[in-house]
Nanobody, 121 residues
């Protein structure tokens, strides 16, 4: 079973913005911190951003600090990733999953289809 259903990706010019959304199961969303991961061609999937269960703490990979903002709406079981100042190196398929914020590892080994983000120069 997929841990989230991602949407909001697309093609954007460098410097532009996108807002990704993830709908997770109520059980998953209410139990765990949530995070975004991405995988570029030829690369391993990497942690991008995480948010604690309450939404009070956020965490970001160094590569996206200052540009991306993660948020969650616990009442709607959704998590978002606002991506600004996009760079070509941000091009990847983006996934959401529950995350262990001690290790930045995904909780589940089952992934959804993700949403493609392509940034052109």
């Amino acid at each position: 079973q997929a841990q989230g259903v991602e949407s909001g990706g697309g093609l954007v010019q460098a410097g532009g913005s996108l807002r990704l959304s993830c709908a997770a199961s109520g059980r998953t969303f209410s139990t765990y911190a949530m995070g975004w991961f991405r995988q570029a061609p030829g690369k391993e999937r990497e942690f991008v951003a995480g948010i604690s269960r309450s939404g009070g703490s956020t965490y970001y990979a160094d590569s996206v600090k200052g540009r991306f903002t993660i948020s969650r709406d616990n009442a709607r079981n959704t998590v978002h990733l606002q991506m600004n100042s996009l760079k070509p190196e941000d091009t990847a398929v983006y996934y959401c999953n529950a995350v262990d914020l001690l290790t930045y590892y995904a909780v589940y080994d089952h992934w959804g289809q993700g949403t493609q983000v392509t940034v052109s120069s």
